[in-house]
């Protein structure tokens, strides 16, 4: 049975860059108080790239996409399946991994989306894993891509501090060699009342809240708990131990997330690959250009054993064991 091994990165984020310092300024023009100290010291964040009002999701996607597929070396008539994870997609339908197929003309693929939020990437990369094990697919596009600021109340300081915009893909194909060595995918949906944007457009009106909601709190101890758990059945399933792993890629939600979980797994802060203090959080897209940006800057060469993980929304969390 072949292994699904990634063999392309590449990430896009919107040229406009937001400072805490200019975030601050501008939400005090509606009366909305917060600081570049508060936001540096109760997240790690000092800045996030955002989206044009109007940029589509799939637009940040398709350009991710275009970058893995020359990272590759590969055409993108050799995709034969899109999996496309995002919770600000561009409609409620068609699928923005339709609307990239088109993009990027990849006439021999499949194409559709997973909704799992700031889980989404490492749930599609399990997906195309599968699609690649079973012989199914022999290269897959993996993408997870978002437009967060679209669905921010941006009077609500508790939230729309903490997200940015942006995409990253991996190319990932059938090989002999290790890649994928582990996978494990969990969902709560109980824990909804906690994390939620709650609206819909029924019978040609927005329905319910379509803001997100978060009770921060919560969130930050059930990320932490769920982090930590998961990577352990993660290793403990793959026969590795935590001290073989090379870097960790968690979802980057809050550095003092990051440093909990460091901390529970006994792995050291050079092993944590940190983006969110430039990107800030980017749901579904925040695993995919922390494993681009590492891959591109030398840490994750060929050989290395990484951990991705997510959790978000749903709720959902998980981690896949990555052989690069
Ligand atoms: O991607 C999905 C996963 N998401 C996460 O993992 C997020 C997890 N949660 C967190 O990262 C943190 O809980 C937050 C960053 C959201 C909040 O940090 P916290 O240390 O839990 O702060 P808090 O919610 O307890 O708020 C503390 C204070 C409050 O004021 P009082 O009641 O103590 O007077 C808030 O009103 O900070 C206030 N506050 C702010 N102040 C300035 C909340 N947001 C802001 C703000 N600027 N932006």
Known sequence: MPYAKIVGSGSYLPPKVVSNDDLAADLATRGVET?????????GIQQRHLAERGVKTSELATLAAKAALEDAGAQASEIDLIVLATSTPDFVFPSTACLV??????TNAAAFDVQAVCSGFVYALTTA?????AGRAKNVLVIGAETFSSILDWNDRSTC????????AVVLSASEEPGIIGAKLHADGTKMPILSAAGNVSYGEVVG???????????????????????HQVCD???VSLDDIDYMIPHQANLRILSFLGRKLGVSDDKIVVTLDKHANTSAASVPLAL?????????????LALLQGVGGGFTWGSVLVRM
């Open 35 to 43: 600081s570049d100290q508060w936001i540096r010291e109760r997240t």
């Open 101 to 106: 197929q088109a993009n990027i003309q990849a």
């Open 129 to 133: 894993e599968v699609y690649i094990k």
């Open 161 to 168: 501090v903490l997200f940015g915009d942006g995409a990253g």
């Open 209 to 231: 809240d379509p803001f997100l909601r978060m009770d921060g709190q919560a969130v930050f101890k059930f990320a932490v708990n769920a982090l930590t758990q998961s990577a």
């Open 237 to 239: 399933e793959a026969g």
């Open 292 to 304: 681009d940006q590492a891959r591109k800057d030398g840490r994750l060469v060929p050989g290395k």
